[in-house]
Each structure stands twice: as C-alpha cells, then as structure tokens.
C-alpha cells in the first residue's frame, strides 16, 4: 500500500555548513543549506506551529534566529531601562559627603548623565564586583563599559574578569579560549570613552558579573551587556522604525485633548521612545476588558518595561487589552518577535 520514508533516510548526512542558502527546498530540508552566516543545518523532526520543518539550524557564536540571520549584538537594557534597578547589584556602594551622595550599583548605566551618574565600589571594599540578573537564561555576547567624573576627577577600570550563573550561587569565570586562565579583558583608558569587549564564545547564564581588576583611583563604572534571547526570535517588529505602517495600528477609542483633532491621541502615535508634544496612544474611556494573561507594566512614564511571552505567540493580529493604569490609559510600545518564515 505505500511506504514512509523519513527524510533524514533521504539525505547523505545529517548536516551541513551553510553558505548563505535560500531556504531548503526538495525532499531533503538542509539541500540546499537553509542556515545563514555559517550556522550548521541539523535533521530534526521539528514543528514550528503547525508546520513542519524538518530541520534546525545550529547557530555559530555571535547569530542567532530561527536561520542563524540575526547577529546576536543588541543592547539587553542597561541604558534604555529594560534591565531594572533591582536587577542590579553590587558588593558596596561608594558614599561620599558624609553618606549624603550614594554611588548605587543601579546607576551603572551606560551613558547615564547627572552628578551622580555611576556605580563607585567602597573605599575598603578588597574584591568589588557588580552583577546584573537578566531573569531568564540570555545570551550574551559582549559587554561595553565606561568610566566617570567624581568630584571633578575622572575614574575608570582598567581591566576586569567576568563570571557567569544560571542560580546566582555557582559562578564560572570567563576562561581564555582553550586554557584553564581566567580571561583579563582590557577596560577603560578614560572617563567617558565606551570600550567594547566582546564574548567568543558567547556566555549562555542568568546572571553576569563583573570584577574590576585595576582601576584609575576608584572603582567606578557605567556599562551595557550585549546579546539576544537563546531562541534568537525577538527582534523589534516595526513600532519604533515604522515598519508597521500607522493603518495598521488600530485601538478600542482614542482621546482628544480639548476635542482638538490637532491634539488626538491616535493608535499609530503608540510607537516605543516616540517624542513630540502628541507622542504616544490615549484611550478615550478608561475601562477594562477581560484579560486571558496578566503582564507587569510601567511604573513611570518614560522607562522601558519588557514582558517575556513564553510560550511565544503564532498569529497575525495582536491585541493588547490594559488592565490597570494611572491617570489616563496612555501607551508607546514596541513587539518582539521573528517572522515564521525566517
């Protein structure tokens, strides 16, 4: 009546480097290769959705995506504000004019201005280091750190190790590549200057910390991990580029100030860090619709909140239904994801 044959049966290896391939085709899936950027196409019987796929692509380190297609190089959130305050930790804090000023491990952010404007170690503290919990395995390929001024006088750190941990208790460090040597990675040579290191290969962990080696007077830093989710599937979809054009964009209601059509709050205003006197979507009524999931929002106006959705959603249309919010339903956001094609 008939035979199956699975396709790994059908195929003279089950793998194959790619060279930048267009998506597999015949009854082979990895012939031709599918994987981008050098990424290995494995057999696999594996669904995506409802769709069967056949194979997966196992990525080198630095790509990421369903096809290896995305460089894993994004910035996980230290300066835009994704990674919160009480993520970040620290072995002490620096506390200057009698306890007054506060060095907290929290303004270690890159890039971060004001008067207090990064992390400083204690006087006395022997064996600093700063860590950051990304609350879900990530991988991180790199690491960007810069320096300060305190009291008019810059500092910086020279050179730093980095450890790793998926439970905060058991920590590995960063080893050189092929030795058992903990890597020195060089550091700052100024106050202001990012310097950029990066992870081959990338480190796979929750959490991440940092122990400055030599420093210019005082430990202080200010940085931003660079890496992707380990599925490689969330990559901004269009709401801040305008890739997702403003007719796509549609809302419950909409609010007008002053019944003004030059001050409406319109959904297609509802694009992440948008600016402008009118910068983002207002709900016209402040009401409340069933919600099948409840996420954690924004607790200020302007700070980057990311939700994780796991498991991932497959569809078309998305619709985000608010719950609870202070004073008008008012919202910039951005979705993560990957086409399913890719």
Not at 15 to 30: F, H, K, N
Not at 44 to 56: A, K, L, N, Q
Not at 71 to 80: A, F, I, K, N
Request: hydrophobic share 30%.
């Amino acid at each position: 009546r008939g035979i199956i044959v699975s396709k790994a049966a059908l195929c003279t290896t089950n793998s194959i480097v790619a060279l930048d391939a267009p998506v597999g085709t015949g009854i082979c899936p990895c012939h031709p290769n599918p994987c981008h950027n050098r990424g290995t196409c494995e057999i696999s019987e594996t669904y995506r959705g409802d769709t069967f796929i056949g194979y997966v692509c196992k990525c080198p380190p630095g790509f990421s995506g369903v096809h290896c297609q995305h460089r894993c190089s994004g910035p996980l959130g230290m300066e835009g504000g994704i990674i919160s305050n009480q993520q970040i930790t620290a072995s002490s804090t620096h506390r200057a004019l009698f306890g007054l000023q506060k060095w907290y491990p929290y303004f270690a952010r890159l890039n971060k201005k004001g008067l207090v404007n990064a992390w400083t170690a204690a006087e006395n503290d022997r064996w600093p280091w700063i860590q950051i919990n990304l609350q879900r395995r990530m991988r991180v390929t790199g690491l960007i750190t810069q320096g300060a001024k305190r009291i008019g006088s810059p500092e910086y750190v020279k050179s730093y190790k980095v450890a790793y941990s998926d439970d905060g208790k058991t920590w590995r460090t960063y080893k050189v590549k092929g030795k058992d040597e903990d890597m020195i990675f060089r550091g700052n040579v100024d106050n202001n200057a990012p310097s950029a290191n990066s992870f081959t290969p990338p480190i796979e962990a929750q959490y991440v910390r940092i122990y400055p080696q030599v420093c210019r007077r005082h430990c202080t830093l200010r940085m931003e991990l660079l890496g992707c989710e380990l599925t490689g599937c969330s990559e901004p979809l269009g709401m801040k580029s305008g890739h997702i054009q403003d007719y796509q964009v549609m809302a419950s209601s909409i609010f007008r100030t002053l019944n003004m059509d030059m001050f409406t709050w319109e959904p297609g205003k509802a694009r992440l860090d948008k600016q402008g006197k009118v910068n983002a979507w207002t709900a016209g009524h402040s009401d409340q619709s069933q919600w099948l999931q409840v996420f954690q929002g924004n607790f200020d106006n302007d700070t980057h909140r990311k939700n994780v959705i796991d498991p991932p959603i497959y569809a078309r249309l998305i619709r985000i239904l608010p719950w609870s919010w202070y004073g008008r339903i008012t919202l910039r956001v951005e979705i993560l994801g990957c086409t399913e094609e890719e």
